[in-house]
């Protein structure tokens, strides 16, 4: 299989009430090889095929096609979440066929928990386990919250939907020591806090984000059971001063990153850069100054400079660099320009120097933090 193309996953966020608030379980991912490794994450996992199979009570297959805005197979999300939740953090979201909660001490629950290694390995069954035992999984537990798509270029692509759900009444998690290596229940606040310095991969930190909004399990669920529409998350990765970086649909270079790198290999910059050429296209160049704005370069065979930012000679050495042909003309708006300009006149042999009213040139920086 390529893995490339986006696997379907599902994650559960599993809440409790704590002393202080609202908690959440986080395990420690094992070391894997991939940039999943050692990060501390909500139990989840691949979707397989023969979660389609497992018996579910509480939510019909149309129902969860609706939620999850999928034309079939949306309870296969529903069954993977609850199944890597015992896999890995030893939790059960089950009943029994009185209808009623599973304990982990009964007779199904102490089987199950015995069956965690060989479900993992594939040497058992989930939909059998659960027809031996006369149980159904407790897909209604689950309240669908996220979806996230892993950014074009990774290794390995996810497209993975996202649950919260209280845990169960009684139940102790345990984390597997093989696929998960440690757990903690944390308040969201607190794990997004600067001292904590566990490893969180981007998609777990904005639902933390979201678990901040609310006090208790009670009001969180209240939310999360309401209507409403989930929207599909984008990353695309980029490069930034402190390294490789994902950029989120809200950022503001996330159009320009994606037009810059299609396929997804990190090279786009989600910061300025001072004195550094960016090629948009062909025929348009940007190159940003000290002060945070924005000088183009338009043009092939024949160049327009538009708005020079600054007379910084570092900053014009930039901006003729990135000519790519002859300069016929410098447009430019005030006084900080129309030296700017004189001195890229002189520099360069342009033939004239267009002013026009201040104000004309005066737009939005593709970056935060840039002046208008």
Same mark, same amino acid.
């Given at each position: 299989?390529?893995?490339? *193309?986006?696997?379907?996953?599902a994650?559960?966020?599993? $809440?409790?009430?704590?002393?202080?608030?609202?908690?959440?379980?986080l395990?420690?991912?094992?070391?894997?090889?991939?940039?999943?490794?050692? @990060?501390?994450?909500?139990? #989840?996992?691949?979707?397989?095929?023969?979660?389609a199979?497992?018996?579910v009570?509480?939510?019909?297959?149309?129902?969860?096609?609706?939620?999850?805005a999928?034309?079939?197979?949306?309870?296969?999300?529903?069954? @993977?979440? $609850?199944?890597?939740?015992?896999?890995e953090?030893?939790?059960?979201?089950?009943?029994?066929?009185?209808?009623q909660p599973v304990a982990l001490?009964?007779?199904a629950g102490?089987?199950l928990? @015995?069956?965690?290694?060989?479900?993992?390995?594939?040497?058992?069954?989930?939909?059998q386990?659960?027809?031996?035992l006369e149980l159904h999984?407790?897909?209604?537990?689950?309240?669908?919250?996220?979806h996230?798509l892993?950014?074009?270029?990774?290794a390995?692509?996810?497209?993975?939907?996202?649950?919260?759900a209280?845990v169960?009444? #009684?139940?102790?998690s345990?984390?597997?020591?093989?696929? *998960?290596?440690d757990?903690?229940w $944390?308040? &969201?606040?607190?794990?997004l806090? +600067? /001292?904590?310095?566990r490893?969180?991969m981007?998609?777990?930190?904005? %639902?933390?984000?979201?678990?901040?909004?609310f006090a208790d *399990?009670?009001?969180?669920?209240?939310?999360?059971?309401?209507p409403? /529409?989930?929207v599909?998350?984008?990353p695309?990765?980029?490069?930034?001063?402190?390294?490789p970086? +994902?950029?989120?649909?809200?950022d503001?270079?996330? /159009? /320009?990153v994606?037009?810059?790198? +299609?396929?997804?290999?990190?090279?786009?910059w989600?910061?300025?850069?001072?004195?550094?050429?960016?090629?948009?296209?062909?025929?348009?160049?940007r190159? *940003?100054a000290?002060?945070?704005?924005?000088?183009?370069?338009v043009?092939?065979?024949?160049c327009?400079?538009?708005?020079?930012?600054?007379a910084?000679?570092?900053?014009?050495?930039? %901006?003729?660099?990135?000519?790519?042909g002859?300069?016929?003309a410098?447009?430019c708006?005030?006084?900080e320009? $129309?030296?700017?300009?004189?001195?890229?006149?002189?520099?360069?042999?342009?033939e004239?120097?267009?002013? +026009?009213?201040?104000?004309?040139l005066?737009r &939005?920086?593709?970056?935060?933090?840039?002046?208008?």
């Open positions: 299989m390529d893995k490339t *193309t986006p696997r379907h996953a994650t559960v966020a599993v $809440i409790r009430d704590g002393a202080a608030g609202l908690e959440t379980l395990l420690q991912r094992a070391e894997r090889g991939d940039h999943n490794s050692g @990060a501390w994450v909500f139990p #989840g996992g691949l979707v397989d095929g023969a979660d199979d497992v018996p009570a509480g939510l019909t297959q149309e129902q969860a096609n609706a939620t999850l999928v034309d079939q197979g949306g309870l296969a999300f529903y069954v @993977a979440a $609850i199944r890597e939740c015992l896999e953090a030893g939790l059960l979201f089950a009943t029994d066929r009185a209808g001490e009964s007779a102490t089987r928990l @015995a069956l965690r290694p060989a479900l993992q390995s594939g040497d058992a069954s989930m939909a386990a659960c027809r031996e999984l407790a897909a209604n537990q689950l309240f669908y919250v996220a996230w892993t950014p074009v270029g990774r390995k692509r996810f497209d993975t939907r996202f649950f919260v209280v169960p009444p #009684g139940q102790q345990a984390h597997d020591r093989q696929e *998960t290596l757990h903690i $944390i308040r &969201p606040s607190a794990a806090a +600067p /001292e904590n310095t490893r969180l981007t998609p777990t930190r904005a %639902v933390l984000e979201l678990l901040t909004r *399990t009670t009001a969180l669920t209240e939310w999360a059971r309401s409403r /529409e989930v599909r998350v984008l695309r990765l980029a490069t930034g001063a402190a390294g970086r +994902p950029v989120l649909p809200q503001a270079a996330w /159009e /320009e994606g037009l810059l790198d +299609p396929e997804g290999r990190g090279t786009a989600c910061e300025p850069r001072v004195d550094v050429a960016v090629r948009l296209s062909p025929t348009l160049c190159v *940003t000290a002060s945070g704005e924005n000088t183009y370069v043009g092939a065979e024949e327009v400079v538009v708005g020079p930012a600054s910084d000679p570092a900053h014009l050495d930039a %901006v003729i660099a990135a000519l790519a002859r300069l016929t410098v447009v708006d005030g006084d320009q $129309i030296a700017a300009a004189g001195q890229l006149q002189l520099r360069t042999g342009a004239f120097v267009v002013a +026009p009213r201040r104000g004309f005066r &939005p920086s593709p970056f935060p933090g840039n002046k208008p």
